[in-house]
């Protein structure tokens, strides 16, 4: 279970550990995941390095995967591949029996590389474009969530012009705040996503009379890192109304698309877990007869990743203890767009038995938002000293770019006390590949 801290207060190094059972600091080797010392990761991958934990991501999707069948609801389990879509991680959920939720033609290609089959694949997202909808169709994706008219008219129109069926869901915005950091919540009116609420029953009523489109059931998704249950009870209060009312009126609704958005505990604070949105679900759903989908994405795979840093340098400005990693905002652009909080601990047990002090931990990038944590207590920290940036798995390799022309880090999967490489570390040279020179500026 998470140590609860005080809302103004920081958990110790110790605490993080001791929250998360798939780390463990050893008294020689130092900080481990799973069975693998990170100095040995670190010694061979370098740093920075994504370290993800093979276990943990199984044994979240099995815990998840428990706590829904013992309500006794259909409920099918759809991985939201934008929160780490490599194929090593791809194919370890696709094991555990989850198919994906993708929201690109890049996401789809992905999927189907790793194995998973287009009818356990839900195609998400706002903006889908024609090629995009046409690939979907040809590859008989098992379900197309819809989020306005004029995506339903194109698909109309694509669907019969190619002699295909797509399956439809229509994702509504039921107008509920998930609390939640404002760039991450998508089920307000005022959000991008969905239908409008007063617009869904008409329009649901028109999906049966178009060419090329089988309705399926509604679909829905207020937000991500949600912390509390109480949206999730007015989102799905809300859509079960509507099944009940389209029903009523003589449509088939046959499935609820219930999204993701269950948060995961970065500073242990309090969360709920996977029995407690399974009550939720079940107290919404219980007697409508509807098979739900659950896109889960962050919290699957966020506690089993962590950022391996080196320290470069350590100096003070100003009275601020910096400590400098080789690791930027290029590599975990969290904090610097979200404002997010993420443990950080040493990676040599020596170094965390020090006591601690503040210190601002930052990067090398020219930006003063290259920033992982201000006024941090962290042990005295020597040039090449290593930490590890924890709760990464989720939103950090897959939204790291080159800025700075600094090149992507490498990845490595731990499973017990195996571990390799999976991605390799990117060659400065391949920054430039594919650039060209035209002939009159030559």
Known sequence: MPLCIPPDADPTGAELIAARPHIRMHAMDGLLIEDVPLNRVADVAGTPSWVYSAATMRARARGLRTALADTGLDVSLHYAMKANDHLAILRILRS???GADVVSGGELDRALTAGIAPAHIVYSGVGKSEHELRRALGEGVGQINVESTEELDMLSG???????????ALRVNPDVDAETHAKISTGRARDKFGIPWADAAALYARVATLPGIEPVGLATHIGSQIMSLTPF??????????????RAAGHTV???DCGGGLGVPYRNEPAPGPAGLAGVLRAAFHNLDVQLLLEPGRWLVAPAGVLLCSVV???RNGGTRFVVLDAAMNDLVRPALYEAWHGIVPVSA??????AEPADIVGPVCETGDTFARGRALPPLARNARVAILDAGAYGSVMSSTYNARPLAAEVLVD???????????????????????????
């Open 254 to 256: 046959r499935s609820v």
């Open 313 to 315: 340098l350590t100096k």
């Open 158 to 168: 694509l669907a019969d012009g190619m002699g295909r069926t797509a399956r439809v």
């Open 96 to 98: 555990e029996g989850l």
């Open 350 to 355: 020596a170094d965390a038995a020090r006591p």
């Open 233 to 246: 009870r007015a989102a799905y209060r809300r859509v079960a109304s509507l099944v009940t009312e389209l």
């Open 416 to 442: 017990g006390e195996r571990w390799s490489v999976i991605r390799a570390r990117q060659s400065a040279k391949a920054l430039w590949q594919g650039e060209s020179i035209p002939d009159f500026i030559a």
